[in-house]
T-cell receptor, first 117, second 112 residues
Framework: GAVVSQHPSWVICKSGTSVKIECRSLDFQATTMFWYRQFPKQSLMLMATSNEGSKATYEQGVEKDKFLINHASLTLSTLTVTSAHPEDSSFYIC?????????????FGNGTRLTVT | GDSVTQMEGPVTLSEEAFLTINCTYTATGYPSLFWYVQYPGEGLQLLLKATKADDKGSNKGFEATYRKETTSFHLEKGSVQVSDSAVYFCALKRAAGNKLTFGGGTRVLVKP
């Protein structure tokens, strides 16, 4: 079945550095990908919707200059956390929608645990 | 705005026990409703869904019925196994929308 690969699965970085997280659809082309953030014991909060070849649409309250999203190809979207701080430590999850519209299947990556020291 | 509320966990059960996870939602119109499952160390997987009132979604012994009158989509399984230990998320999507709104997740632990 369709698989979404997210890399890395975990990363530790120092405060002030930037971290890039990749999300790849392995056997389908994803025109739309989504980035979520999950705090401990809390729900997945949608950060942004990423459309191939266009600017991402950010949810209210999400700093687009801090969380840079690039969807350069139909199989790859990246999230870069710039100038990371400890409060950015969280679990980040991507998902990718198969072609065919807003009701087509959605597949999730395994998530990335970011720890900023 | 849209919201999904589900019971907090963890829920601890013995094998072969009956499982219910409550989920209620707030949304305008007629959203589609979903249950996702996250096994340890893995991503979210779609467990079942329902797209209109009174629809029943089912998969792997799990069932949930879309109740418009009570805005609920409770998940049930008659006899759980240790392998059902996971975190379960209830979610909704507006008919014309592209976004999923998730509940807080419920951790289920099934003991032998």
């Amino acid at each position: 079945g369709a698989v979404v690969s997210q890399h890395p699965s975990w990363v530790i970085c120092k405060s002030g550095t930037s971290v890039k997280i990749e999300c790849r659809s392995l056997d389908f082309q994803a025109t739309t990908m989504f980035w979520y953030r999950q705090f401990p014991k809390q729900s997945l909060m949608l950060m942004a919707t990423s459309n191939e070849g266009s600017k991402a649409t950010y949810e209210q309250g999400v700093e687009k200059d801090k969380f840079l999203i690039n969807h350069a190809s139909l199989t790859l979207s990246t999230l870069t956390v710039t100038s990371a701080h400890p409060e950015d430590s969280s679990f980040y999850i991507c998902s990718a929608r198969e072609p065919g519209g807003t009701n087509s299947p959605l597949h999730f990556g395994n998530g990335t645990r970011l720890t900023v020291t | 705005g849209d919201s999904v509320t589900q019971m907090e966990g963890p829920v601890t059960l013995s094998e072969e026990a009956f499982l219910t996870i409550n989920c209620t939602y707030t949304a305008t119109g007629y959203p589609s409703l979903f249950w996702y499952v996250q096994y340890p160390g893995e991503g979210l997987q779609l467990l079942l869904k329902a797209t209109k009132a009174d629809d029943k979604g089912s998969n792997k012994g799990f069932e949930a019925t879309y109740r418009k009158e009570t805005t609920s989509f409770h998940l049930e399984k008659g006899s759980v196994q240790v392998s059902d230990s996971a975190v379960y998320f209830c979610a909704l999507k507006r008919a014309a929308g592209n976004k999923l709104t998730f509940g807080g997740g419920t951790r289920v632990l099934v003991k032998p």
